[in-house]
């Protein structure tokens, strides 16, 4: 019983290990994804002695990889890749804030700068960037610093705004609450929101999107690992049924 509980345990891993990577790989076309990793730590009981074998495995964490992605070419002005550290903050129609490496923004029919979405995109002081004059909006144009700039119906310059940035000291305590948005969380520590280039934060590439920092092979190659896994731990279990099968008979 012990051979197959420690095999169960090893198909739940297993499987969790598939769920994550079949993830990834779904993702690997997402803008601003960030892959996950699966860590793994062992079943020890800690009153048994320093000879007994442990009781099988766990998952210990799922861990997000923020490392920044390749660059994708759009040609469009308000498509915004982040060259170094921070996200996005958007806000929805509810008020609820949350950060995003995905910076694929558009006018809408009030001026706003908004996402797929719907959300606003945020200054650094939490305000919705709002393009000043009627529309439709010409010439748009985004600086290193977020600086944005545009011409509208009559011709007339728009009053400047400027996206804002935010950080966190520890971005792995970010909770996921989509493919490619996160909320901040007691973990992540106090946001740190300024205009890009400051305080460590940094700066943005207009016409430019940040692609997933899903490598395929990579995650092929982890895939196999994670089958062959719980194909072993599969027959360990069956080992022990036929195991118990030949003492009942005996």
């Known amino acids: 019983m012990s051979a197959m509980n420690t095999g169960l345990t090893g198909l739940k891993a297993a499987t969790s290990h598939i769920d994550v990577v079949s993830h990834n790989i779904a993702n690997a076309s997402t803008t601003g994804f960030k892959k996950g990793d699966i860590e793994f730590g062992d079943l020890v009981d800690s009153n048994a002695g320093k000879t007994t074998p442990g009781s099988g495995v766990r998952t210990q964490a799922i861990n997000q990889s923020f490392l920044q992605g390749d660059a994708d070419m759009t040609g469009n002005a308000l498509d915004l890749r982040i060259n170094g550290s921070g996200f996005f903050a958007v806000k929805d129609s509810s008020g609820n804030t949350s950060y995003t490496r995905d910076g694929s923004f558009h006018v809408d029919k009030d001026g706003n700068i908004v996402n797929s979405l719907g959300q606003n995109l945020l200054d650094k002081g ?14 748009i144009s985004v600086d290193d610093y977020g600086n944005i700039t545009a011409k509208d119906s009559t011709g007339a310059d728009t009053t400047a ?16 609450i989509g493919d490619t948005q ?21 700066t943005l590439t207009s016409g430019e999107l940040e692609s997933s920092n899903v490598d395929l092979a990579t995650e092929l190659v982890d895939l196999i690992v994670a089958q062959r896994d719980f194909n072993a731990n599969s027959k360990s279990i069956t080992a022990g049924k036929e195991m118990i099968q030949t003492v009942i008979n005996i």
């Open 126 to 139: 939490g305000t919705p960037l709002k393009i000043s004059g009627t529309g439709p909006w010409t010439d």
């Open 161 to 176: 705004i400027q996206a804002g940035l935010t950080n966190f000291p520890n971005v792995n305590g970010l909770k996921r």
């Open 182 to 202: 996160w909320a901040a969380t007691t973990e992540s520590g106090t946001a740190i929101t300024d205009a890009p280039g400051t305080k460590g934060l940094g």
